[in-house]
Nanobody
Framework: QVRLVESGGGSVQAGGSLRLSCLASGYANNPYCMSWFRQAPGKERKGVAYIVLSGTTRYADFVEGRFTISRDNAKNTLYLQMNSLKPEDTAMYYC?????????????????WGQGTQVAVSS
């Protein structure tokens, strides 16, 4: 059974950094596309960044230049390095994955989701 487990969330002051991790298990092969989404209270879940097997990445405009997504296929782990954090980055962060051979930041693209890890940024 496929499982995604996030970790690394926490509370930080504005300007600080956090590194999120997502451990994937149950896959026969590494998922083609893995991504991070986030959802603030009362708001819709939005795509933050994705990375495909080859290492190609894409970021949402609101994190471009501050966040870096990466993956270690040998460890079945996805990462999100978050720098220069802002209060508006406060949200639950979710890991998502798909084995389909295409990728985007659309929520419907992904068929497996983690339970989320909370990030809180204070001013």
């Amino acid at each position: 059974q496929v499982r995604l487990v996030e970790s690394g969330g926490g509370s930080v002051q504005a300007g600080g950094s956090l590194r999120l991790s997502c451990l994937a298990s149950g896959y026969a092969n590494n998922p083609y596309c893995m991504s991070w989404f986030r959802q603030a209270p009362g708001k819709e879940r939005k795509g933050v960044a994705y990375i495909v097997l080859s290492g190609t990445t894409r970021y949402a405009d609101f994190v471009e230049g501050r966040f870096t997504i990466s993956r270690d296929n040998a460890k079945n782990t996805l990462y999100l390095q978050m720098n220069s954090l802002k209060p508006e980055d406060t949200a639950m962060y979710y890991c998502a994955a798909t084995t389909n051979p295409f990728c985007s930041l659309a929520r419907g693209m992904f068929d497996s989701w983690g339970q989320g890890t909370q990030v809180a940024v204070s001013s």
